[in-house]
């Protein structure tokens, strides 16, 4: 357990800005990461290993994309007790986003929106922090969540994530593939069909000529929207199947405001994520599930708020899951209780 209860810091943070609060607390751990402070916040490691798309994840709980975009803090993050960390999502160039404000909390029902955009200092900047940490090198996962800048055209969208899979493979577990933010323009359009098709087969091409290269093949996952019907869900998997990739990731933040209506923010442009998405998100788990059968990882993200939310995810049929709105309103306690909590589900499920 940590040894600065969260409930300490989260009225002074929450007092902030909701974007000056999260730079503060980045910059914070930035600074104490890898000394003697990060015991404020460092929770005792869960081991609970499981296997998916070959390789060994160390527990069930990991740290989604979009919180550290450029990978600044990877082993202060890692010190919560995350068995994976995913950061980013990384762009060929740096972009500052979308304008200020962009980030809102919604605390009546545990949310957050937020718009920004892909802000990050770009490709070159991104690898250089991931190869300072030492993360990976104590038996943790490192996912790294690639995307396009805002400034290429929708069509021209595969050279980018060409480029950024080129720069980040030889420094990563598994690869995200982001094509589910609502907040860069058309990006959510490349979930259709035809779209997608054309994406995966390049990006599956390009993995196979850097396994080569490497000597190592990573994996490849996918992000998807939880704005999506059954029949989408449907198509998606079948692409997914067909392109070889490794796994799934359900999901991303919703565009949809029927769980918030009313409340102060809620009509904010941009992706909503925290409780509200919950049962989207299982929906979509489920209806994956269903359509890509036992043995196809899914890493299930949205809403988890409790130890519940996570084993219901896992119950609706994620393999293991992600945080990141959770954090910010349980602050590091929720890592732990989540990775106990899905320790004692498997071993409840394991044969005597």
Request: charge should be positive; include cysteine.
């Amino acid at each position: 357990m940590s040894l600065l209860p969260y409930s300490l810091a989260r009225p002074f943070l929450f007092g902030l800005d909701a974007e000056v609060a999260h730079e503060l607390t980045l910059g914070s751990l930035a600074r104490v990461q890898g000394t003697p402070l990060a015991l404020a916040y460092r929770n005792r490691f869960v081991d609970d290993p499981v296997e998916l798309a070959g390789l060994r994840f160390p527990n069930r709980v990991g740290l989604a994309a979009g919180l550290d975009k450029n990978a600044r803090c990877i082993d202060g993050l890692g010190a919560m007790g995350f068995g994976f960390v995913e950061v980013g999502t990384v762009t060929p160039k740096p972009q500052p986003g979308n304008p200020k404000p962009r980030m809102f909390r919604l605390p009546q029902a545990d949310a957050l929106i937020n718009r920004l955009g892909f802000n990050n200092d770009g490709l070159e900047a991104f690898i250089g922090n991931v190869k300072r940490s030492s993360f990976r090198s104590r038996g943790r996962l490192l996912g790294l969540n690639i995307g396009k800048n805002a400034a290429t055209p929708i069509d021209k969208a595969t050279c980018d994530y060409i480029v950024c899979l080129e720069g980040v493979y030889p420094h990563a577990d598994y690869v995200t593939v982001n094509i589910s933010s609502p907040n860069t323009q058309n990006l959510r359009s490349l979930q259709s069909d035809e779209a997608l098709d054309g994406l995966l087969s390049a990006l599956a091409r390009q993995r196979e000529a850097l396994a080569t290269q490497h000597g190592r093949r990573v994996p490849m996952f996918v992000k998807i929207a939880p704005d999506l019907d059954e029949k989408q869900v449907e198509v998606i998997a079948a692409t997914l199947r067909r392109q070889g990739m490794d796994g799934v990731i359900a999901t991303n933040t919703t565009i949809a405001r029927d769980a918030v209506k009313g409340l102060p923010h809620a009509e904010e442009t941009g992706g909503l994520s925290g409780a509200p998405v919950r049962e989207m998100s299982n929906r979509v788990i489920s209806q994956l599930r269903a359509a890509l059968g036992p043995g196809f990882p899914i890493i299930g993200v949205g809403g988890v708020m409790s130890a519940q939310d996570a084993v219901d995810k896992v119950q609706a049929g994620a393999d293991v899951v992600q945080i990141y709105t959770g954090l910010i309103y349980r602050g590091p306690q929720l890592v732990d209780d989540v990775a106990r909590a899905l320790k004692r589900m498997s071993a409840s499920k394991s044969p005597a």
